[in-house]
């Protein structure tokens, strides 16, 4: 009962100014893949409230450069990538935003 684990994302202090906290917000994040342009919306990012220095989620750019490899399949795969992409539960009190 008292046992509610708090569902608050730890913060964790930028290491570039020193003075804000990074925290986690949904981009769109965009790579290139050869001479193509490649945009993942929704892309978790830490993102630090005070010089906006931008970390991006380990595990989300490991999963990306394994779909974006060349050894990873066909080269349709990217055609596919928003539809692969997980669903990302967001907060219901947060404000929608997509940037
Ligand atoms: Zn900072």
């Excluded at 906006?52 to 596919?80: C, F, H, I, Q």
Aim: glycine share 6%; aromatic share 8%; net charge positive.
């Amino acid at each position: 009962m008292s046992e509610q684990h708090s569902h608050q994302i730890a913060v964790t202090p930028c290491g570039d100014c020193q003075a804000g906290v990074m925290r986690l917000q949904f981009i769109t994040y965009f790579t290139w893949l050869g001479d193509e342009l490649v945009l993942v919306p929704g892309f978790p990012a830490w993102i630090c409230d005070v010089c906006g220095r931008r970390e991006y989620d380990e595990r989300a750019v490991s999963w990306l450069s394994t779909l974006l490899s060349p050894n990873a399949g066909k080269s349709t795969m990217r055609r596919t990538l928003r539809r692969t992409l997980p669903k990302v539960k967001r907060e219901p009190s947060r404000p929608s935003s997509t940037e």
